[in-house]
């Protein structure tokens, strides 16, 4: 079955338009609504699991396992899903948080193997392409730190450390609210060690996730911080220069971040916005 097929089987008033994004995730479209001549959209995400047949083929392989096996290898996955969304919905009570509009799960027809999961949630663009269509401008970045620390708030008041901050994972609606989304490898201190067992995005991690150190919320006000710096520094980060990005700049930037040396003042925005960040980076 195809990708709009199964979003019109689960909902029929819903049109899946072009795809927003693709990936080893599964697939975003943008989706309409009509009714009465006024239409509504949203984006529609639809995960596949497991990822394909290749995927069936190369775990049946190694393990030897029946059908029946494999369903129960592969079903952890779609609880783990589950557990993103309803982790979502519960902290869709902050504007500042990405809100699930809709969820379902269809379980393949007797013969397959997998579920189709459906997420249907607000549309939105990423702050990863709102830079690459030319950034933001300096009054925005206010604003967007505000949002999404009023979304990290909430977070902490759920005893949940996001992991994951970047501009891939923050998100903005026509009206310029900015809005935290994936949590899909949010960290809630009530059911695990405040130890990592995964790390998010070294690129935005700060220096006690890359050492592997015990860490809390703080880490997603460092990793904010980081952004933040990114935005008013050209769109680059920390200690990156003018010149071409190489992997030994890259590494000497890694490493001069995580050992703490003090950020180079940026190019745009004020002494008291640079101030702010710098707090929000040190540890």
Not at 108 to 129: A, C, F, T, Y
């Amino acid at each position: 079955m195809e990708y709009r097929d199964i979003i019109q089987s689960v909902w029929p008033d819903w049109q899946a338009k072009e795809i927003l994004g693709k990936g080893s995730y599964g697939t975003v479209f943008r989706a309409v609504k009509e009714k009465f001549g006024v239409g509504k959209e949203s984006a529609i995400k639809v995960v596949h699991i497991p990822t394909d047949d290749n995927q069936i083929e190369q775990v049946r392989h190694s393990f030897h396992l029946s059908d029946k096996e494999l369903k129960e290898y592969f079903y952890p996955e779609v609880e783990k899903l589950k557990e993103e969304v309803a982790l979502m919905e519960k902290l869709g009570e902050n504007e500042h948080c990405l809100h699930i509009q809709d969820f379902d799960i269809l379980e393949k027809p007797e013969g397959s193997i997998g579920w189709n999961i459906l997420i249907r949630m607000e549309l939105l663009e990423s702050l990863e392409s709102r830079i690459s269509r030319g950034g933001i401008k300096l009054g925005e970045v206010v604003s967007l730190g505000e949002d999404i620390l009023s979304a990290l708030e909430t977070c902490e008041s759920h005893r949940i450390i996001h992991r994951d901050i970047k501009p891939a994972n923050i998100f903005v609606n026509s009206k310029g609210v900015y809005k935290l989304g994936d949590f899909g490898i949010a960290k809630d201190l009530t059911l695990e060690s405040r130890n990592l067992s995964h790390r998010g995005t070294d690129n935005y991690a700060a220096p006690e996730v890359c050492q592997g150190k015990d860490y809390s919320y703080n880490v997603d006000i460092y990793a904010l911080g980081l952004v933040l710096y990114q935005l008013i520094n050209k769109n680059k980060r920390p200690f990156f220069g003018e010149g071409k990005v190489t992997a030994t700049l890259s590494e000497e930037a890694y490493r001069k971040r995580i050992t703490g040396e003090d950020f180079p003042t940026p190019p745009f925005g004020d002494e008291e916005l640079f101030a702010i960040i710098k707090k929000n980076v040190c540890f």
